[in-house]
């Protein structure tokens, strides 16, 4: 008798697994992996996706938009997220890549609510980062040591905010983090910590700081008042189709760029004023 009983559960599991593989040959699972600025929006959208698709499975995960950009290159997944345009990161043929452009983010300094400043110059901005600067008082803030926090390398963010801010110089060598979340914790834990996130990434925990009297906000983004700001793109290898087809159409839908891009911290493709190329030009 048990080995019947047995012989029904090995049954049974190889029925799940034949039913699981059969959901993945028919292209029922997919997975999008990279920037960790667009991850919030894509795990958000791959849920709300998932409830209105019973069967049909979004894996998400970060690592950063290097990753991203060469993981969908060598076709171990079917969606790229990156910040950055695949023409700007080497080791990748971007003529290979199709960007799905599905979001604007921007990204914003942030301090330790210690440091005593609102307001800074994009000089100054600059010496910080590239060392100059070593104490807030300095530059007006309080007697606190600048404790220096950046993303580690291959990250689109730190990409795009030191393309804006340093203007090709170095930054000083300190602590990286792979986290966007991380980045904010330790700054909220850090008396005179300094680094940057996605706009979607900001709480009442840290400090945004203004340049140039600009407040890091949406509006400002839209026209480019506020220029450390990128493209949310999702990479493909070639055209989408199947699944990944629908859940970027989905994204792009204009109930998710309505309802849920904003509410994210997100602006809409549709909403901005501006067009930038990826060297950074605005278009026509």
Same mark, same amino acid.
């Given at each position: 008798?048990? !080995?019947?009983?047995?012989?029904?559960?090995?049954?049974?599991?190889?029925?799940?697994?034949?039913?699981?593989?059969?959901?993945?040959?028919?292209?029922?699972?997919?997975?999008?992996?990279?920037?960790?600025?667009?991850? %919030?929006?894509?795990?958000?959208?791959?849920?709300?996706?998932?409830?209105?698709?019973?069967?049909?499975?979004?894996?998400?995960?970060?690592?950063?938009?290097?990753?991203?950009?060469?993981?969908?290159?060598?076709?171990?997944?079917?969606?790229?997220?990156?910040?950055?345009?695949?023409?700007?990161? *080497?080791?990748?043929?971007?003529? !290979?890549?199709? *960007?799905?452009?599905?979001?604007?983010?921007?990204?914003?300094?942030?301090?330790?609510? =210690?440091?005593?400043?609102?307001?800074?110059?994009?000089?100054?901005?600059?010496?910080?980062?590239?060392?100059?600067?070593?104490?807030?008082?300095?530059?007006?803030?309080?007697?606190?040591?600048?404790?220096?926090?950046?993303?580690?390398?291959?990250?689109?963010?730190?990409?795009?905010? =030191?393309?804006?801010?340093?203007?090709?110089?170095?930054?000083?060598?300190?602590?990286?983090?792979?986290? *966007?979340?991380?980045?904010?914790?330790?700054?909220?834990?850090? %008396?005179?910590?300094?680094?940057?996130?996605?706009?979607?990434?900001?709480?009442?925990?840290?400090?945004?700081?203004?340049?140039?009297?600009?407040? %890091?906000?949406?509006?400002?983004?839209?026209?480019?008042?506020?220029?450390?700001?990128?493209? =949310?793109?999702?990479?493909?290898?070639?055209? %989408?189709?199947?699944?990944?087809?629908?859940?970027?159409?989905?994204?792009? *839908?204009?109930?998710?760029?309505?309802?849920?891009?904003? !509410?994210?911290?997100?602006?809409?493709?549709?909403?901005?004023?501006?067009?930038?190329?990826?060297?950074?030009?605005?278009?026509?």
């Amino acid at each position: 008798m048990k !080995k019947k009983y047995a012989a029904i559960a090995i049954l049974g599991l190889m029925t799940v697994l034949s039913g699981c593989a059969s959901w993945i040959d028919r292209g029922e699972s997919i997975t999008a992996v990279g920037s960790s600025a667009l991850q %919030p929006l894509v795990e958000t959208a791959a849920e709300s996706f998932q409830t209105a698709n019973p069967g049909r499975f979004i894996n998400v995960q970060g690592g950063g938009s290097g990753t991203g950009l060469s993981q969908v290159q060598s076709g171990a997944v079917q969606i790229g997220n990156s910040d950055v345009f695949a023409e700007e990161k *080497s080791g990748i043929d971007a003529s !290979k890549l199709i *960007s799905h452009q599905v979001a604007v983010v921007g990204i914003t300094p942030i301090v330790n609510k =210690e440091v005593g400043l609102t307001d800074i110059t994009m000089e100054d901005l600059r010496r910080v980062f590239i060392g100059e600067v070593t104490n807030w008082s300095e530059i007006g803030g309080n007697d606190l040591k600048v404790v220096l926090l950046n993303r580690a390398n291959g990250s689109g963010t730190r990409n795009t905010f =030191e393309r804006w801010v340093l203007d090709g110089a170095t930054a000083k060598q300190s602590q990286e983090q792979d986290s *966007s979340g991380m980045v904010r914790q330790i700054v909220a834990d850090t %008396p005179g910590a300094i680094s940057y996130v996605a706009f979607s990434y900001v709480n009442d925990e840290v400090l945004t700081l203004k340049i140039d009297g600009v407040e %890091p906000i949406d509006d400002n983004v839209r026209t480019n008042q506020w220029v450390i700001w990128s493209y =949310e793109h999702m990479y493909t290898k070639g055209e %989408p189709t199947g699944l990944t087809k629908d859940f970027i159409d989905y994204i792009l *839908s204009e109930d998710v760029q309505e309802n849920i891009v904003g !509410k994210l911290g997100y602006i809409s493709i549709s909403s901005m004023q501006v067009q930038r190329d990826w060297e950074g030009n605005l278009l026509p």
